[in-house]
């Protein structure tokens, strides 16, 4: 039943766990909520990797009733790691109320294994001597209602669609001018992150692998351990080599126009609130929120001009800034009295009136001017500039070019 190279790719994962547990729990002086997910994450795969270890020994045939115990954690692996991402990058010190449905996979496991759990030691016993002498049922997790290897399959088809998250997490992060990633501190936390969800996203692969080249079973459970213990290895040797991530992760956002206290404290409230879309506009119509809000959007859009992207949503500017679409809906609204769509029309106006006089805009027709500024048609430009300004197209870029003067919006200053 031993096998002394799985038994050590197996135990010095065990070792480096719990070691870096204890670090993230007792010593680290970072963001509290990051360090217990990340904490979590390592603590569930050091289980899975001892319960592995233990059937290299007579452990589960002595105590038959810890079998499969623990497996259904493994469920919670991909969901804190994608939770770890997300609060690094989001600067969250708390989770949310709906993040509660992450368990749930996990709790289904529990569920069906159910069953299994409530047989006698004597039978179990006698299950484990056959299941340990061939090995196989190891890998297809043939307990409990559902068929065997739905369990497997199920596990790490769920992993791979967190990780497309944790990926969409990442990629925001780098284009989202909140995050100050001028910071010394940027280029660990991405490398970091990135390793991380590679490594997350290295192990299903393989489990696909080697079902895909037909691997006999009873060498698909060595080679996906032994997979395992590796890649968990170089993750957290790697992590010990990075003292400063494992030590404490510090605040990424940029601190200064941008009141990221206030921009918590909405969130908290909001939340309070169960959600009420209505009750949180009601919040936030406070000015000393919508003032910080505004600021936060102006400074963005100002800096990346995001109004040249033909179809630029509202949704979109939600993912960049972390504020809720309806907190933005309300402060288009009630702050500048103008919709989102007015607003950015707006800003596309003002950018062709900026650029009028550009060289290489000489030969563009209007529809083309339009195209430049971010208007999706002639038909939109034309609208826009109808009724942001009361002119025709051609009145208006008659007007602006004989006058050389900035066209007065409705009286709206952006």
């Known amino acids: 039943m031993k096998d002394g190279t799985l038994l050590i790719a197996e135990l010095f994962p065990v070792f480096l766990g719990l070691l870096s547990i204890c670090i993230l729990l007792f010593a680290n002086h970072g963001n509290k909520l990051i360090n217990r997910l990340l904490a979590g994450n390592i603590a569930v795969t050091t289980i899975y990797m001892l319960a592995a270890a233990l059937t290299q020994t007579d452990f589960f045939l002595n105590y ?4 499969r115990a623990f497996y259904p954690l493994y469920f919670l692996v991909y969901p804190l ?6 609060c690094i990058y989001r600067d969250e010190t708390r989770l949310k109320k709906k993040d509660i449905w992450h368990i749930v996979p996990s709790l289904l496991t529990a569920l069906q294994f159910i069953p299994f759990y409530r047989l006698d030691a004597v039978v179990k016993r006698e299950y484990l001597q056959n299941l340990f002498a061939h090995k196989t049922g190891l890998t297809l997790i043939s307990e409990g209602l559902l068929p065997e290897g739905v369990l497997s399959f199920s596990s790490y088809i769920i992993g791979l669609i967190y990780m497309v998250f944790a ?5 925001t992060a780098r284009i989202n001018p909140l995050l100050n990633q001028s910071l010394a501190w940027w280029k660990p936390i991405m490398s970091w992150t990135t390793i991380f969800i590679v490594i997350h996203i290295i192990i299903p692969v393989f489990f696909f692998l080697t079902v895909l080249l037909g691997t006999p079973l009873e060498y698909r459970y060595f080679i996906i351990v032994l997979i395992n213990g590796i890649i968990l290895s170089f993750s957290l040797v790697f992590l010990f080599a990075r003292p400063e991530i494992l030590y404490g992760l510090p605040q990424l956002r940029h601190i200064g126009n941008i009141a990221v206290d206030i921009l918590q404290e909405v969130e908290i409230k909001t939340e309070k609130q169960e959600d009420s879309k209505e009750d949180a506009t009601l919040l936030i119509q406070q000015p000393a929120y919508l003032a910080e809000y505004a600021n936060v959007v102006k400074a963005l859009l100002d800096e990346k001009q995001l109004f040249l992207q033909p179809g630029f949503t509202i949704t979109q500017l939600s993912e960049l800034t972390n504020i809720p679409v309806h907190h933005l809906s309300a402060l288009f609204n009630k ?3 103008k919709g989102f769509n007015d607003y950015i029309n707006i800003c596309r106006i003002n950018y062709i009136q900026k650029n009028i006089d550009n060289p290489s805009w000489k030969l563009l027709t209007i529809e083309a001017v339009g195209k430049e500024a971010g208007f999706n048609s002639r038909i ?3 609208k ?5 300004t009361g002119q025709s197209p051609s009145q208006f870029f008659e007007t602006y070019q004989s006058s050389n003067k900035k066209v007065l919006l409705n009286g709206f200053h952006l």
């Open 335 to 337: 702050y500048w009295g």
């Open 81 to 86: 790691a994608y939770l770890y991402i997300r």
């Open 64 to 67: 038959p009733h810890f079998f």
């Open 384 to 388: 826009a500039i109808k009724k942001h």
């Open 380 to 382: 939109t430009l034309f």
């Open 167 to 171: 990926v969409k997490e990442v990629r």
